[in-house]
């Protein structure tokens, strides 16, 4: 009887750990492009002295090696993407020991939902992460930027900006005692008279416009 009651419990652990791991990837593939992408960027090869853009759509959508000239650039941006996506991809970024990570995440998480303390603490585990795996990654932490409902789209997004300052200001803090550069975009990218983002950058209050590209890359250009 003994024997049997052993048999059992090795037959469910073998049974319930693998189910649970499925359950797991199950999660993160709901989204069929952020499967695409996740295993094209699994099955890319890893090249040296990567600079890695890593985010969600406004990410993803940036030509970052172009707009640099600078082939060491790899886009590892997802549309749509949360942070706790960014978390469970992050094996495939940390894997090349890229020399830098610019990382932009947040605001589809607040559009679900999810708490800013959650968002902020998310994002500090992503770059804990980054840094244990790779300690000799340098690591940008980039403000959430600006949204404008003006544009009557994304309203899950663009109704959050009180949150969004919250988690700048966090993040800015964090980056203060930790070895972590906060890039402040948000201030960069609004408007001069409220918090919300010029429309010269965007035609929708979320993404961006080409000049919001370039803007980005001016601002961040003495970190490449």
């Known amino acids: 009887m003994r024997e049997s009651r052993v048999i059992l419990i090795i037959l ?55 707009l640099f ?27 090349s020991k890229p020399a830098k990570v610019f990382l932009l995440i947040g605001i589809n998480d607040l559009a679900r939902g999810i708490s800013k303390d959650t968002v902020f603490s998310n994002i500090c585990r ?44 966090q993040l800015s803090a964090w980056c203060s005692t930790h070895d972590a550069q906060f890039i402040n975009l948000f201030d960069q990218f609004k408007n001069d008279d409220n918090q919300q983002m010029n429309p010269r950058y965007t035609n929708d209050g979320l993404h961006l416009l080409g000049d919001g590209y370039l803007l980005w890359t001016k601002i961040i250009n003495q970190f490449i």
Do not use: M
């Open 126 to 169: 992503i770059a804990a992460q980054i840094k244990a795996d790779s300690p000799k990654t340098q690591l940008y932490l980039q403000s959430i930027l600006p949204v404008n409902p003006d544009f009557g789209k994304f309203q899950g997004h663009c109704s959050k900006t009180e949150e969004i300052l919250w988690i700048n200001q």
């Open 12 to 66: 469910l652990a073998l049974y319930v750990v693998p189910a649970a791991k499925a359950q797991e990837a199950k999660k993160w593939s709901q989204s069929t492009f952020y499967e695409q992408r996740r295993t094209l960027f699994e099955s890319l090869p890893n090249t040296k002295k990567e600079i890695i853009f890593l985010g969600n759509s406004v990410t993803n959508g940036g030509e970052w090696a172009e």
């Open 69 to 95: 000239q600078n082939k060491r650039i790899k886009n590892r941006g997802i549309s749509g993407d949360v942070t706790e996506g960014v978390l469970f991809r992050l094996n495939e970024v940390t894997e």
